[in-house]
Structure formats: structure tokens, C-alpha cells
């Protein structure tokens, strides 16, 4: 637990937190019964009401903090990575870049500094993570880079404990993973496209056309994020793949399917109306009580080409803070938050809690992560034989979970100070 950093709190917060703590020591323990299991901890302790300052502290200078933690930019951190890939089991083959080879290292070694912020964006702290999480469930909805971005938080979390495999249904897509000590599970929920999809007949890759139902919530998902305390969905490459829009039930038109009589569209169209009908299902759903995190797009980072014509990603450290995105990440981007907002009303209307991981610039900063043709063997026929879509673990995706954790910090003391204000008024 990262208690102590209480120096760095101004004396107008230390005001406000004098006033606070002076209320009684018997108001403020109810108060902090979110953060612990047992309700004696604080009179088992031996300082109790220093421990109890220290967590006001903590969520009163949290409500300072409400500038933007995700526009920054990435400074050296000489004691990444937190596992390799001997330590933990959990990377998928086509991200275990060391294990193919890749020669250089200094691509892990770096954290998020948010811009305004006197501090780095704390690391991940797995301890802090697993308790904040006890007792709770978390699904990763979306495609490879959804699951990659779990693998990553497993192998994070490995520092502590190994989930156990709890799984119900035998598919690698929907599988459940549990924390026994502290009764924590995770689930990836595989949804290329979070709409209903068909995809093409095997075998015929070439001209593969998904159908995708844009108003047709993906069930395989959507039916079971009810229980869930935390989703965090995604979405982005699949659907740059031709793809028929359906809309109604009826072909409404497709995107690069140079099929006749069907008028194209942009991916933009499917790619807003997947995520409008995704966010309708969660802020449908009867029984969803939890946090809904939408990680924005991760783009990836071809240079020299397309990913088809010998595009690769060769660079060896962050792009400057500088750097523009490209017009169709940025267009990705503005279509998810617009989305993301839209939804939001409804959300806040419907007491529903929705909130915007925007990682998008921080992952944008990193074409050095990528496995480029680190991801196999040489001599292996894979699709992408330069990838640089997914991230190598350890790597850039882990800083993913660094913000992950802050965010649901920053939920557990929302909680909190709400209480505070409602004791005060
Ligand atoms: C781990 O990476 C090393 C290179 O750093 C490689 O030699 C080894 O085969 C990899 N091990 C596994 C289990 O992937
Ligand atoms: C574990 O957590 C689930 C909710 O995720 C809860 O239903 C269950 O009762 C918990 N089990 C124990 C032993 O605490
Ligand atoms: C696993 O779950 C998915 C989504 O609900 C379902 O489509 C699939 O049939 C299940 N597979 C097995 C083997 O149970
Ligand atoms: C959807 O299709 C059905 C049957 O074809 C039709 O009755 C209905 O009006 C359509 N709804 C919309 C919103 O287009
Ligand atoms: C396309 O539409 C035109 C005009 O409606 C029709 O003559 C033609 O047969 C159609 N082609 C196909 C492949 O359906
Ligand atoms: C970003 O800033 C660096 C250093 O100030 C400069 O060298 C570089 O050209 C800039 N890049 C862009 C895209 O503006
Ligand atoms: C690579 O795989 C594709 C599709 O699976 C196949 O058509 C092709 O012949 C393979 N190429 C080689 C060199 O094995």
C-alpha cells in the first residue's frame, strides 16, 4: 500500500483535511469501511486515527486531481519490467518478444509522467490492485488486444498470487480466471466488433466479408456483463476488415466489400454505431451495478507500408509528446469519446457509472512496443508477419493497467468523499 506520500499535499488541502479529521474520530471510521473487509480494522491497529488521516488525505487530495491524467507523456523507469517471461506463463505466444529474439530492451522501460502532475502516474502497485478488488468481478470485452492487455494484468498481478482457472466454458474466448485469496475474477468476453458478427466462411481469407448486425447487441457478451463490478470494453482493428452492414436485419449498405449493388460506407459509420449499440445493452441491462470502462483505441504503428505490404515497426523508444496521430486513429478516437459522451447522459440519468479510459495518445506515444516480427518463429506463416498491432509483454500495454488502477482509486474515493460531503452538509 502506497500510503505515505502525504508531504506532497498543499496547506489549503491540509485545512480542509484538519477540518475533516476534527469532525470525530467516530464519524470518520464508518466512513471508511469502503476501504476495508473488517470492521474492526482500524481499532486493531496501533495508530488508528493516523492510519485514518493518511486515507482522507488520500481522497481529499484526490478531488485536486481531477486534471486529465492521460495527456502526458512517457519518462525513463529504469526498474520496469515487473515480470519477464520465465515469471509469468501467462503471455500469449505472439507476445512473448523475448522469446523470438527481440534484441533490445529499453522499450519496457518506461512510465507515464501526466502533464501538470508534480508525480509519475504511480506503477502498478498489485497489492494495492488485489485489495482494492477483493470480493469483486472484472470482464474484458473485445478482440486480441483486449486479451492482451489482460494477459498483461495476470502477469502483473503474478507478483502476488496466479489466478486459478474457474472457467465454465471450455473456449479460450470466454474464459473465467479467480484470485482465491482475495475471491477476484477475471473474464475476457472475445467480441471483435461488440455487435452481433458472423464471420466469414473459413478457408476463404482472401475475400473474408464479416456481416455485423450494427443494432444487435452481441449476446455472447452482453448477456453476462449483468454480474459484472467492472467491464472494460474495447474495440478497433477488426473492423478496418470488410464487412456487410447489416441494420434491421436488411443489408443497409458495407465497407469495402466490393460486392455489387451494395453502397459502401466508411468503417466510421459501423465503427460509431457498434459502439452506440454496445453502450445501449450496458445501460439496458437490468442487473449492471458496476463500472463500465471504455479503453479507447489502441493504434498500431505500420511504417513503410500497410500491414499487408511490408509495413513494420522498427523504432526503439516513444515518440516525442509531440508527435500527431494519424487522421484515422484520431477519427477512431473522436467517434468513441462522442459516443462515450452520448451514452453517459443517459448513463448519469440512469445512475449508471460510465467512465473513459483514454489511453489512446499514451498507446499512440509507444510505436516502439509493438512485436514487430518478433511475435514467431522466422520461419513461421502467420497473417501478420510484421506485428505491430499487439504489444509485446512485458510492455507498453502493461502502463494500460497503471491508469486502470488509478481510475478505480479514483471510483473508491469518489465513494468516499461523497460520504464525507453528505456528514458535513
Ligand atoms: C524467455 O526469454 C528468453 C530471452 O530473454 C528466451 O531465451 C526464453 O526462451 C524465453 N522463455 C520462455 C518460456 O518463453
Ligand atoms: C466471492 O465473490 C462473489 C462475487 O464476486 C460472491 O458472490 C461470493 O459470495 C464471494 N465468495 C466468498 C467466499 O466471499
Ligand atoms: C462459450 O460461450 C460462448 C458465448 O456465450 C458460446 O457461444 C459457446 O458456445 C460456449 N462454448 C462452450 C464450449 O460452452
Ligand atoms: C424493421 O423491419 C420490419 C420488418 O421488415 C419493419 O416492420 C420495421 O418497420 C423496420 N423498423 C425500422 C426501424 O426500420
Ligand atoms: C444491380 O442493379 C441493376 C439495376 O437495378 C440490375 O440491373 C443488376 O442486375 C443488379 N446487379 C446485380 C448483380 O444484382
Ligand atoms: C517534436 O519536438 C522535437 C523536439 O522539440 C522536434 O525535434 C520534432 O521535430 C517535433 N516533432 C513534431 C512532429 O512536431
Ligand atoms: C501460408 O498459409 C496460407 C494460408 O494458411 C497458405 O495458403 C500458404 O500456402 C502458406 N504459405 C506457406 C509458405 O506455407
Known amino acids: 500500500m502506497e500510503l505515505l506520500h502525504s508531504a506532497a499535499i498543499p496547506s489549503k488541502q491540509k485545512l480542509l483535511i484538519v477540518v475533516t479529521i476534527s469532525i470525530s474520530l467516530f464519524t470518520i471510521i464508518p466512513l471508511l469501511y469502503p476501504f476495508v473487509e473488517d470492521p474492526n480494522f482500524f ?35 529504469p526498474e520496469a519490467p515487473y515480470y519477464t517471461n520465465t515469471t509469468c506463463w501467462a503471455i500469449h505466444e505472439h507476445q512473448n518478444c523475448m522469446r523470438f529474439g527481440r534484441p533490445d530492451t529499453d522499450f519496457i522501460k518506461w512510465k507515464w509522467k501526466p502533464h501538470g502532475c508534480e508525480d509519475d502516474l504511480p506503477v502498478f502497485d498489485p497489492l494495492r490492485f488485489l485489495e482494492t478488488v477483493r470480493g469483486k468481478t472484472m470482464a474484458f470485452v473485445g478482440d486480441s488486444v483486449s486479451r492482451n492487455h489482460m494477459q498483461s494484468l495476470i502477469c502483473l498481478l503474478s507478483q502476488v498470487e496466479y489466478p486459478v482457472d474457474a472457467s465454465v466454458n471450455t473456449s479460450d474466448y470466454f474464459k473465467r480466471w479467480t484470485y482465491e485469496t482475495y475471491n ?10 461488440l455487435v452481433k458478427s458472423t464471420e466469414p466462411e473459413p478457408g476463404k481469407t482472401e475475400h473474408s466479408v464479416f456481416d455485423l448486425y450494427l443494432d444487435e447487441a452481441d449476446e455472447r457478451w452482453t448477456a453476462e456483463i449483468g454480474d459484472f463490478d467492472y467491464v472494460i470494453i474495447s474495440s ?91 487522421d484515422v486513429t484520431m477519427k477512431l478516437h473522436k467517434i468513441q469519446v462522442e459516443e462515450f459522451e452520448r451514452a453517459k447522459v443517459e448513463a448519469k440519468r440512469k445512475g449508471k457509472r460510465f467512465r473513459l479510459l483514454d489511453t489512446t495518445q499514451a498507446m499512440w506515444l509507444r510505436p516502439d512496443g509493438h512485436p514487430s516480427r518478433y511475435g514467431h518463429l522466422p520461419e513461421a506463416n502467420v497473417s501478420l508477419y510484421n506485428d505491430c498491432v499487439h504489444w509485446c509483454l ?22 468516499l468523499l461523497a460520504q464525507v460531503r453528505k456528514m458535513m452538509s
Request: with cysteine.
Open 236 to 326: 478497433g482493428h477488426w473492423h478496418y476488415r470488410p464487412s456487410v452492414y447489416y441494420e434491421n436485419n436488411t443489408i443497409i449498405g458495407c465497407h469495402y466489400c466490393q460486392l455489387p449493388n451494395i453502397s459502401d460506407f466508411s468503417m466510421f459509420y459501423g465503427y460509431r454505431k457498434a459502439f452506440r449499440t454496445a453502450f445501449k445493452a450496458i445501460l439496458d441491462s437490468e442487473t449492471f451495478e458496476g463500472v463500465m470502462y471504455l479503453r479507447t483505441f489502441a493504434p498500431s504503428h505500420f511504417e513503410g507500408g500497410l500491414w499487408n505490404e511490408g509495413g513494420n515497426c522498427l523504432r526503439k523508444g516513444p515518440y516525442q509528446r509531440n508527435e500527431t496521430q494519424d
Open 394 to 415: 512485458p510492455g507498453p500495454i502493461d502502463n494500460l493497467n497503471d491508469f486502470l488502477l488509478a481510475m478505480i482509486k479514483r471510483e473508491e474515493e469518489k465513494g
Open 184 to 193: 477476484f475474477t477475471i473474464a475476457p468476453f472475445w467480441s471483435t466488433h
Open 43 to 77: 481499532f486493531k491497529q496501533q495508530h488508528p486515527s493516523q492510519t485514518s488521516i493518511v486515507k482522507l488525505q488520500d481522497s481529499v487530495a484526490a478531488t485536486h486531481k481531477s486534471w486529465d491524467i492521460f495527456s502526458g507523456e512517457w519518462v525513463p523507469n
